[in-house]
C-alpha cells in the first residue's frame, strides 16, 4: 500500500530553526510536495522537489532523498505566523497526490 | 481574481437528506478534486475529474457523486447523508499532472 509518515506535533521557539521530516512509499514517484495549513483554512502550495537535493526558498528549505524515500522542510528563523500544519505529499504514478496526516508546528516566544 | 470558490461555508444537515457542495474556479485547470479531511487522517480524496466531461474515482468515493459538465464547476452531491461524513470538504484544481494545487476554502458539513 501507499504510505507516508510524518510527525503528528513538533514544537519549536521563535526565531529558531525546526526541520520536520518525512518519509514515504508509494507506487511510483512523480515529485513531493510540501503544503502549509494554517488552522481553519486551505492548504496552500509551500514546495516540490522532483530530483535529489535542496530546494531553498527564502526561509523555507526543502529536501529530497529518493533512494531513501525521504524528505525534510526546513523553515529558519521561525515567526510566530509560521505555527501551522504542514502536509508532505507525494504524486504518485497515476499522478494522484498522496498526503501525510501532516505535522502540527507549534511555535512559542 | 476569485481563484476557487465554494458554497456553502459550513453546513448542518440531517442524515438521510440530500446535499449539493458546491465548487467553481476560474483558473481555467483541467483537474478538478474533491477532499475530505479528517483530524488525525490527513486528506483523502473522493473523485477527481482531469476534464470536463470526465470523472473518477478516488480512494473513498462511497456515498459520493460528481459531474464535470464544464471546465469551471464540479459539485459533489451526497445522496442520502450518514453521520460519518461529517468533515471538512475541499475542493481543489490544479493543471493536469501537477502536483500543484489550489483549494477552495471548504465547507464544513455536519450530519446529524
Known amino acids: 500500500g501507499q504510505n507516508i509518515d510524518q510527525p503528528t506535533e513538533m514544537t519549536a521557539t521563535e526565531g529558531a530553526i525546526v526541520q520536520i521530516n518525512c518519509t514515504y512509499q508509494t507506487s511510483g514517484f512523480n515529485g513531493l510536495f510540501w503544503y502549509q495549513q494554517h488552522a481553519g483554512e486551505a492548504p496552500t502550495f509551500l514546495s516540490y522537489n522532483v530530483l535529489d537535493g535542496l530546494e531553498e526558498k527564502g526561509r523555507f528549505s526543502s529536501f529530497l532523498s529518493r533512494s531513501k524515500g525521504y524528505s525534510y522542510l526546513l523553515l529558519k528563523e521561525l515567526q510566530m505566523k509560521d505555527s501551522a500544519s504542514y502536509l508532505c505529499?507525494?504524486?504518485?504514478?497515476?499522478?494522484?497526490?498522496?498526503w501525510g496526516a501532516g505535522t502540527k508546528l507549534i511555535i512559542k516566544p | 481574481t476569485a481563484g476557487i470558490t465554494q458554497a456553502p461555508t459550513s453546513q448542518i444537515l440531517a442524515a438521510g437528506r440530500s446535499m449539493t457542495l458546491r465548487c467553481t474556479q476560474d483558473?481555467?485547470?483541467?483537474?478538478m478534486y474533491w477532499y475530505r479531511q479528517d483530524l488525525g487522517l490527513g486528506l483523502r480524496l473522493i473523485h477527481y475529474s482531469n476534464t470536463a466531461g470526465t470523472t473518477g474515482k478516488g480512494e473513498v468515493p462511497d456515498g459520493y457523486s460528481v459531474s464535470r459538465a464544464n471546465t469551471d464547476d464540479f459539485p459533489l452531491t451526497l445522496a442520502s447523508a450518514v453521520p460519518s461524513q461529517t468533515s471538512v470538504y475541499f475542493c481543489?484544481?490544479?493543471?493536469?499532472?501537477?502536483?500543484?494545487?489550489?483549494f477552495g476554502p471548504g465547507t464544513r458539513l455536519t450530519v446529524l
Open positions: 483558473m481555467r485547470h483541467n483537474a
Open positions: 481543489a484544481s490544479s493543471d493536469v499532472g501537477s502536483g500543484e494545487q489550489f
Open positions: 505529499a507525494v504524486l504518485d504514478s497515476n499522478y494522484q497526490l498522496i
